[in-house]
């Protein structure tokens, strides 16, 4: 008989307290396993089950590492805004203050600026009352910065204010910064969790099913693309152009593609293409036109970068504006079709702010419900160096360091040929 | 070495067609293994993986039966609305015609009645180009009733016009009637494949994730609750009382409650309560009146059945004004302030038509891409008796048979409990 | 030369207060003319202009009756809810406070029950602060109630309060209740101004254009209607059924009818209608299911109370129930074509609630903060016994005693006859 | 006794056929006078009343000029998009084949290009079922363009086709080509009437209380400035700038700043601004974020224009990136607080396109059908040179010469007092 191999999250010790939620449950999660990670199974299928591992599920623990009475939670949002982020503070806040009773919920303002001294900005303390309807606005009550702090700050201000657990909330980058001060606090010996709660609107942490945010952001996209398709039916030659969020990965645009049956090119991150020669993506653009004299076009912001390497007056360090595809697209067209010597009229738009600002829709709100809870869940029983997140639909604890290379779309999936035959695009916008 | 244990559909026979999608895709599914099937995991968590089961992966497959060529396809949608109807009939036609070349795609009006000559429905021939919009409305184009028809008729009107595949869109009623047709198919020796795309808006549909329409339905609520909450709120003893769908499950109540943060009780068909007595509803409703001066009640329409067994009048075939939990609230709450010299005023809310017939939103319109193009995947290649779903975030193929006992809230679960949180209700409103 | 015709409002005395906008903006109103008043122009054409009437405008008056620092303001909301009604609150609050720099602002809660020592309702202090963000929720921060309290009695709270000014926000029995305080005032010989904002949702006061919240409710209609129509066409027989808010008169009904293009009757208060016989409605519905198999019907919820003046069992006094003639169409309806053997499936719909408790739209929103400034601009200035509102698109003081009989739709105008060619509905469904 | 003085408007000839309408309303309009003409009354008072203009009633008019069977109608869409034309499209295509029985509708498609035999693009016939649901999606069908075209030619196309009556839809750029349509047409004495249905997003038409489209856009600025401010409050001396329509005349931003009260500096092209110096708009953005950390300003694209000016690499035919008030701006913002060593986080916003190709809002939809079928009836009376319009609540019919200036807002008024109440700012930002 096979055992199950479990990938564990790191423990600060021994959980001795009794939940409180005992007696109003009867089912807690004893570091059960979950359904398969996908790092052994997925899609080759496998002829044997020897070696599959698992992720722990997240949920209630029946014991605690921490005595509540005794806990200061704090919470810290980072980097861009994203649908749910006030959702979130607020779960962190009833969870930690309501089913734990803990002692008191910090707010550290301003990321991780807000977490160190020299920047004086001080921590508000949050309460169910003046947490209790700030999920209706979008945006983050704790305010947010981008960047790193010194790791030794963070730690210094964390034992300041007595801080027992920190949630991070946060990309990729604030995350890494959580493990940081997981070593920091470590090498200090100090009995401090920390448990981030993942954080992307592009949807593209790996492992991780999807991000809170990024369904309400596919659905903003949807009124945007019906009035790039208006513009566009408007004029002769008329082009919609939308640039939609999606640095590394292009799951907004393509799935924003496969919900508003009016995109006609929808380029994203993985899949390169060329804008000049037959095949490039200017001489099928050309054709749609001379076929339907319109024509709506999504793309990524991180599709194409390729693009600009050959580019006069492109530096390495990046020139912000000069690697906004957006507007290179659009320049790039207009200068085509002047020299074709045709018509073309483009409309613009770039909704990026309008979208990420939103508060969450009903079911990112409840998502981001169980994603605040579960992490207090996990930093009561004592975890730590983790995240919180879906995977294969089960809330799991996800080990910081496994957060490696982001997810993308694979061009030979059926998901992407869906978008192909949504679009009617080629498979290839390159030349031989 | 423990082989996987594979639960497999029905098949027509070999399949020696090519694919047409060979070259387009890279990636083809040939029955491998998809994530642990709930039936042998799950909750207890598992001590050895010998006897794990798995379902297979939908996905377009490399060998197909039917040759798409000679391959006329039916479709027909039974029931009640749900958001994504229209997604689902555009979806199997599009991937039906555009993807495999079948020669022709028709769709039979009013549900199964539209297969049954004598009613004289003659079924329409759906293309691109007719079913190019349909998503962006709801309803069903193809129109629906309630109920089953002959299986022998249907099968004749199936020979008839040379059907070789039928979609069925419906709940659990219209699968069961599938799985007459598959049989009653069997025996007459035909290779016809049945294969179902489950449609409930309760979400209740046992092994599968999420069923389509379903989110929508839930961010349609948002509005509701928060207009019930502004009149409860408006009024001394403002009683906002909302019924949402839900005949044996409190899905959508529930969700409704975790997303908007203004519910005050949440009444689901899974937990019996008691509208009498000391710790009957009524007396906790008293008790928040007193304290707050307004309360938000949602209740799904199965909940509470039980009241109606020994209401006098009430008798077993079932008066439909009689079992409507809303109104039985409405006017139990009303006689009982009454009695207490308690001036109460309620706004009743029961908004279900508004919800159902609904567009679906951008993520339910990508779900039923997804169901409908693997749906016409499976059909092809020979699979029969089957519906496809989302099971741990992967679209599996799922036996008709295994369609059984509905999917229900656990009383004890987590999830359960954060509505409890959400409500500060009391865990169960029955009297010892 | 004709000289001008005002009609003026009263006026509790002299004003010599300057104001203290002075030097902030330019331009006061001081007595002005506006366009002519309905009561002599309109429809028929004018042969002279020697009788013309006019308004007294709207605005900021230079000179004052109050001495603003020693002033207090009242503020009531009473009858059913409407969007708008905190809009108006916060436009009055900061008015009075911000521009004018009144001593304090009181909310009198529950209607005129809060200004009544006996129901112990204290008011509460608005200030800017708490009033900033109310707008952006529907229904009213001060919550309200139905009917008149005795007027003595009212008068001696203002006193006792020190209120100089009384803003009564609601429908026409509000405001005949303020006209009653005005008296009582006067006849204790008391410098207190009673200033009226009116609200009807149904947007039938006389010599008003349009009331506030009446544009939200409009635009309301449309996806109720959208959804209707859609539970209509995918049954057959389909009948979605929509009662709207319309007591004595059909702006909403009509108005959702021009709006959306899908409804087939609309049956308003000013056109009598028979149910039965040759041109009755159900031959002309049958007629039209006949012929295209749905249709929608909209009524408004004063509309064909005629009808159940000879129906057995209904008192003179009025049982709700029986006079919803909603539900009656729906029972018709279904008797109807039961006797006639005929199938028919009628989807019910009932918003008003979810109506009335909506924000005020953005255009409603502006209106809101001009009737409110406005309405501190009067009282200030020393008129009383009036109400502000829109008359030919220009904000003017309308004495209390002219809102006289209701505002309804002319059967015979191009605006009903729009309405009929937009349905097809018969001019008449009576018989001869 | 004063005689009414009418402002009439050209009239192709004697109205001899009787009105198909005869029958079905009993309410006709010959020539009533309406409300008082802006250009003698409005602001100052009048002291007597005898030189009082008055406009022609728009309405169906008992007799008509043209034989509805003998009559093509013509309609031409022209300049950007705007809420409603499609609506307008619809009404006129409704009114004169349903309410009239004209021969057929033309549209021509592309704006005036349309009316050109050399842009070979040609006219599709309009029907009631090809017409039936465009409203429901934002665009025009006819599609647009900017720019006249030979009038000459135009003519020729006209007498090609048949057309008696032709619909301009579109700025005032558009109604000077169709005054010279009119000129054209009496040179060579042909029967043709030139009605214009005013189309301005900006809502700055002389005498015309709102254009259709208007509030639509002003509705959908809500959620913008809320996007604005959420990102904004999240950063650290964020600021949401947001440029809005409003190329002479700032209505849509003021009424977005009256309608959200997040809204802390309203530019307009109305009041000119300087950005330096110690009361320029850096100093005073400078002091709010000092106070509050952060600003939400909205900008309308024609305001500030004078800033443009001195500016180096600015020529006379005007740069349109250096012309564009909203990246000027931005970039002002950055150097100024770069230059100040203060941090500053911009969020830009410019959504025109998204704003004007919507749908219209329920409101709109029915002033646009309005707008239409009252268009149909004054041509259908012989009426041309003209436009239809709402002023002051009436509709009426206005000459096209009377087009001149565009309507701004006056700093003086109390509108413009209420904006810089809402949002605090300084009454000029001008430095002595």
Known sequence: MSKLKIIPTDLLGEATYNSPLK?????????????CCDRTQDLGGLENVADIEYFELAGPREKLYFNPAEVTVGIVTC????????DVIRALTFCALESYGVK????????????????????????ADNTDEIHEKGGTILKTSRGQQDTEEIIDTLVHYGVNILFTIGGDGTQRGARDIVEGVKRRNLPISVVGIPKTIDNDINLIQRSFGFETAV???WDIITSAHSEAKASRNGVGLVRFMGRESGWIAASATLANSNVNFCLVPEIPFELHGEN?????????????????VVVAEGAGQELFEGKKGADKSGNKKLNDIGLLLKDEIKDY???????????YFDPSYSIRSRRADANDSMYCLQLGSNAVHAAMAGHTNMIVGLHHDR?????????????????QSWFWQTVLQATHQPTAMVNA
């Open 337 to 347: 079709f002047k020299a074709e010597g045709m018509e073309v009229n483009i409309k």
């Open 280 to 296: 490039g993506f200017l001489a099928h653009l050309k054709e749609r036109l001379r076929d339907k004299e319109h024509a709506v």
């Open 395 to 411: 809330l799991i604890h996800l080990p910081i360091n496994l957060i490696g290379e982001r997810k993308v779309i694979d061009p």
């Open 219 to 221: 659905e903003a996209t």
């Open 104 to 127: 008191r919920v910090l707010g550290f303002k301003y990321g991780y600026e807000g977490l160190v001294a020299k920047y004086y900005h001080y921590p508000i303390e949050l309460t």
């Open 79 to 86: 980097g861009g805004l994203c649908p749910g982020l006030n």
């Open 23 to 35: 007696g109003k449950i009867s089912r807690f999660y004893n570091g059960e396993a979950v359904a």
